[in-house]
Antibody
Framework: EVQLVESGGGLVQPGRSLRLSCAASGFTFGDYAIHWVRQRPGKGLEWVSGISWDSGSKVYADSVKGRFSVSRDNAWNSAYLQMNSLRLEDTALYYC?????????????WGQGTMVTVSS | QSALTQPPSVSGSPGQSVTISCTGTRSDVGSNKGVSWYQQPPGTAPKLIIYEINNRPSGVPDRFSGTKSGNTASLTISGLQAEDEADYYCSSYTSSNTYVFGTGTNVTVL
């Protein structure tokens, strides 16, 4: 079964850091770009970051640029989102998503999400 | 990057058709074919239902169809069914190599 499983969420104080992990299975992880999408409680989807199959390209939303860092380890079929200088507005459910192959700009596999709560 | 604009809600009776619009700019929707649509029933993760404007992944009913004209994309659900009740989001690849989602539309089956 093709799946992505996020972990690492939790309660953290403003200004602190958190690292999210995404474990993939059921497909050749190293062939696909991986992205992170978040959803604040009761709100819509927001694209956060993406990393190419070979880590050669990393992109970020303006709202997290300079604070978040995306990485991956193809040997471990895993992707990561390092979140520093967390703010109250970073509170959200964070989804790890797989991008379709080639030049197709869409996300076909979504994890169940991991909740990050930033609060003092 | 501002979110793409969608109507907050649409509704229809079973069997009817509803259309959801998604308005962006020439830097996102209007600039490429990377428009996709996602269905999110309450309490679940989003599911891809349309990619590259009008393509359906395997297993998605052909009741779902997409179009694009200029800076506006649209999703049409034909033959509305109770199971179609969900939030729907459009997304677009942008000229900055990033992505932007729409504001979301809640579909209610009357």
């Amino acid at each position: 079964e093709v799946q992505l499983v996020e972990s690492g969420g939790g309660l953290v104080q403003p200004g602190r850091s958190l690292r999210l992990s995404c474990a993939a299975s059921g497909f050749t992880f190293g062939d696909y770009a991986i992205h992170w999408v978040r959803q604040r409680p009761g709100k819509g989807l927001e694209w956060v970051s993406g990393i190419s199959w070979d880590s050669g390209s990393k992109v970020y939303a303006d709202s997290v640029k300079g604070r978040f860092s995306v990485s991956r380890d193809n040997a471990w079929n895993s992707a990561y989102l390092q979140m520093n200088s967390l703010r109250l507005e970073d509170t959200a459910l964070y989804y790890c998503v797989k991008r379709l192959s080639g030049d197709t700009r869409a996300f076909d596999i979504w994890g169940q999400g991991t909740m990050v709560t930033v609060s003092s | 990057q501002s979110a793409l604009t969608q109507p907050p809600s649409v509704s229809g009776s079973p069997g009817q058709s509803v259309t959801i619009s998604c308005t962006g700019t020439r830097s996102d929707v209007g600039s490429n074919k990377g428009v996709s649509w996602y269905q999110q029933p309450p309490g679940t993760a989003p599911k891809l239902i349309i990619y590259e404007i009008n393509n359906r992944p395997s297993g998605v009913p052909d009741r779902f169809s997409g179009t694009k004209s200029g800076n506006t994309a649209s999703l049409t659900i034909s033959g509305l069914q109770a199971e179609d009740e969900a939030d729907y989001y459009c997304s677009s690849y942008t000229s900055s190599n990033t992505y932007v989602f729409g504001t979301g539309t809640n579909v209610t089956v009357l």
